[in-house]
């Protein structure tokens, strides 16, 4: 991705335009003293890119602003946004945009925030597929991923550095922003890809499908189970008051109360020949059950009878023993007979324990042919009428089948799948086309690759760092966060002084730009600002040279020795990157760096607005 700004453009209510310029590939400086207006640069910029909140200095800046405008370059494309000034307090929906990047001496709205927004998700690679994976309460699962998610990785605040919180993004104080980090953080730096987001999104929209066709198909089975438990119950009942014949099976009793219920006549019995088959049927179980009973009873006799056996065999071990060691043994004339007679009958005794006999398998064949008959007759038994009833009228009667259509059509519902089945096959044969890669090798390699970045960024600054020069950096993938180790060890320093944590988040913002480039990244821009690094402890003592290695100006002059090497060798890799900080330094100690741009200084009257600018 490519981008840079060219300019900040405020048109005056006066009606004077105010320009300030920067350079692409440079550290762009804007130096001078407190109260000048370079903090609301940031908050500026961060407004023409569709804040939907601002902060913007009301007194000397908004109330003498008409239009915020910013001309830039994204992709090799010229562009000039402008927006209306805050109206107390409350951010402006009126927009201007030129899509050459022509800058009006006078501004008039001629777009809307929907059409600019759509231009920023086209140019960030984020269409209507790019969606949040899982949601919270500020962010709707499914829901577009906005471009300004990704501008937290473009902003070192003075907040930031300054509060030892252990925070090293942007906008963390904002719900939205704080639930978007860990959702976006893999897209951003390229552990993730847009394909293999893609992917996991259709196989979780099938996985839910599946899931859905499950469920519905679990339901129809328990309806179905629970109809069938009852189903006995009312063929029984339906006998019981001779309203079909008594030796029907249950599909046959189905049909026939389905031709009652329509209306149409049925054949009737009088029901004398129930009492004579349930005595047959009731004969039958007795017989089967008697049989499988003694049946068992006999596989249990036959496994202690073998299991005896194998005791035996173990009494017997000392035999096997004794021939092993037959040259050991001073004998007797009879020692030999007996040995061979006792290990003959070992032989026979492991072949019996041992060996399977056909009864074996017979037997439970018969068992299990038994119970399947049992079964059987437990089934016809279970509609089988206990006793002859009447209706007392015909109301009863019609209420009785009215419970028995509304049961028989329940029925019919569950009894057909609607081919579920086949779906659901299909589905789980989809989902298993479905080639995801595994990103956790990737976010390992990222995590080294963060921390070996990291660890040459620390020797470059080297005594900057004080104590810490010789530590190790462990990035915490879980909180998005810069931690050091103690040389050989596991112990995780506490490290202190504000300006030691300036030093860690430009190691950290650098690192994550320098990431993002060598993945490719389409999601974050080249570009970083920073507010005022050298705020934590920055001193202007020309006098003080004493100890220059530890004195506030050489470690400023590191950091600003490391922002420039940054830029140099983003530049020999055929690569862009533009910074835009705002200092407090005098000049002096930037004039020797060749990719540092000193933009303007705000002193002696000269500001974001200068004074004779607004004097009347």
């Known amino acids: 991705m490519k981008f840079k700004i060219f300019k900040i453009i405020l048109w005056l209510k006066n009606g004077q335009k105010r320009e300030l310029k920067f350079d692409p590939n440079k550290v762009n400086i804007i130096t001078g003293n407190s109260n000048t207006g370079k903090t609301a640069i940031l908050q500026i910029i961060d407004y023409c890119f569709l804040a939907s909140s601002s902060k913007i200095p009301e007194s000397v800046i908004n109330e003498n602003i008409e239009w915020y405008g910013i001309r830039f370059d994204i992709n090799d494309?010229?562009?000039?946004?402008?927006?209306?000034s805050l109206n107390q307090g409350?951010?402006?929906?009126?927009?201007?945009?030129?899509?050459?990047?022509?800058?009006?001496?006078?501004?008039?709205?001629?777009?809307?925030?929907?059409?600019?927004?759509?231009?920023?998700?086209?140019?960030?690679?984020?269409?209507?597929?790019?969606s949040v994976?899982?949601?919270?309460?500020?962010?709707?699962?499914?829901?577009?991923?906005?471009?300004?998610?990704?501008?937290?990785?473009?902003?070192i605040t003075s907040n930031i550095i300054e509060n030892d919180t252990g925070v090293y993004f942007d906008k963390q104080n904002d719900q939205r922003y704080r639930d978007a980090l860990p959702r976006i953080f893999d897209l951003a730096v390229g552990i993730e890809t847009v394909k293999n987001?893609?992917?996991?999104?259709?196989?979780?929209?099938?996985?839910?499908?599946?899931?859905?066709?499950?469920?519905?198909?679990?339901?129809?089975?328990?309806?179905?189970?629970?109809?069938?438990?009852?189903?006995?119950?009312?063929?029984?009942?339906?006998?019981?008051?001779?309203?079909?014949?008594?030796?029907?099976?249950v599909e046959e009793s189905l049909n026939e109360l389905k031709k009652i219920i329509l209306g149409l006549e049925t054949e009737i019995d009088d029901g004398?020949?129930?009492?004579?088959?349930?005595?047959?049927?009731?004969?039958?179980?007795?017989?089967?059950?008697?049989?499988?009973?003694?049946?068992?009873?006999?596989?249990?006799?036959?496994?202690?009878?073998?299991?005896?056996?194998?005791?035996?065999?173990?009494?017997?071990?000392?035999?096997?023993?004794?021939?092993?060691?037959?040259?050991?043994?001073?004998?007797?004339?009879?020692?030999?007979?007996?040995?061979?007679?006792?290990?003959?009958?070992?032989?026979?005794?492991?072949?019996?324990?041992?060996?399977?006999?056909?009864?074996?398998?017979?037997?439970?064949?018969?068992?299990?042919?038994?119970?399947?008959?049992?079964?059987?007759?437990?089934?016809k038994l279970s509609i089988l009428p206990e006793d002859n009833k009447n209706f007392e009228n015909e109301k009863k009667k019609n209420f009785f089948l009215g419970e028995i259509k509304a049961k028989i059509d329940l029925?019919?519902?569950?009894?057909?799948?609607?081919?579920?089945?086949?779906?659901?096959?299909?589905?789980?044969?989809?989902?298993?086309?479905?080639?995801?890669?595994?990103?956790?090798?990737?976010?390992?390699?990222?995590?080294?690759?963060?921390?070996?970045?990291?660890?040459?960024?620390?020797?470059?600054v080297g005594i900057a760092l004080e104590n810490y020069a010789n530590y190790q950096p462990v990035f915490d993938y879980r909180k998005k966060s810069l931690l050091l180790r103690k040389p050989k060890t596991s112990f995780i320093e506490n490290v202190g002084s504000s300006s030691n944590h300036m030093f860690l988040h430009l190691f950290f913002s650098l690192a994550m730009q320098e990431v993002a480039f060598q993945n490719k990244s389409p999601f974050i821009a080249p570009f970083l600002i920073i507010d005022q690094p050298s705020r934590p402890y920055y001193g202007d003592d020309e006098n003080s040279k004493e100890n220059l290695d530890h004195s506030d100006e050489f470690k400023i002059t590191k950091a600003f020795e490391l922002l420039d090497k940054f830029i140099k060798t983003?530049?020999?890799?055929?690569?862009?990157?533009?910074?835009?900080?705002?200092?407090?330094?005098?000049?002096?100690?930037?004039?020797?760096?060749?990719?540092v741009h000193l933009v303007e200084e705000f002193r002696d009257g000269n500001a974001l607005i200068p004074l004779d600018m607004i004097r009347e």
């Open 90 to 130: 409350n951010v402006s929906n009126e927009y201007y945009f030129s899509s050459t990047g022509e800058i009006p001496d006078e501004v008039i709205e001629n777009n809307s925030e929907s059409s600019i927004k759509l231009l920023f998700e086209t140019e960030f690679k984020i269409d209507s597929n790019i």
């Open 197 to 249: 987001v893609l992917k996991k999104d259709k196989k979780s929209e099938l996985e839910d499908e599946l899931s859905r066709l499950l469920r519905k198909q679990n339901t129809r089975t328990a309806k179905k189970r629970d109809f069938q438990a009852e189903l006995s119950d009312i063929i029984k009942t339906a006998k019981e008051y001779n309203l079909i014949r008594a030796n029907l099976g």
């Open 570 to 595: 983003r530049k020999s890799n055929d690569g862009e990157f533009q910074m835009i900080v705002f200092e407090h330094i005098p000049t002096k100690i930037i004039k020797d760096f060749e990719n």
């Open 272 to 379: 004398k020949d129930d009492i004579n088959e349930r005595d047959n049927l009731e004969r039958d179980r007795f017989i089967i059950e008697r049989k499988v009973r003694n049946l068992k009873r006999f596989v249990a006799e036959y496994k202690t009878y073998k299991n005896n056996l194998k005791t035996i065999d173990d009494s017997l071990k000392p035999i096997t023993y004794l021939k092993e060691k037959d040259s050991d043994i001073i004998k007797t004339s009879i020692f030999d007979e007996m040995i061979d007679s006792l290990s003959n009958e070992l032989l026979s005794i492991q072949k019996a324990y041992k060996a399977k006999t056909p009864i074996d398998n017979q037997v439970n064949d018969t068992i299990k042919m038994l119970e399947g008959q049992l079964l059987e007759v437990k089934e």
């Open 133 to 155: 994976a899982y949601g919270s309460n500020t962010i709707k699962a499914g829901s577009k991923i906005s471009f300004r998610y990704f501008l937290m990785f473009n902003t």
């Open 77 to 84: 494309k010229k562009y000039t946004i402008a927006r209306k």
């Open 411 to 460: 029925y019919s519902t569950v009894s057909h799948d609607d081919d579920e089945k086949e779906n659901i096959e299909k589905l789980e044969k989809k989902i298993g086309t479905i080639d995801i890669i595994n990103t956790e090798e990737k976010k390992d390699l990222t995590i080294k690759l963060v921390e070996e970045i990291i660890s040459e960024y620390i020797t470059q």
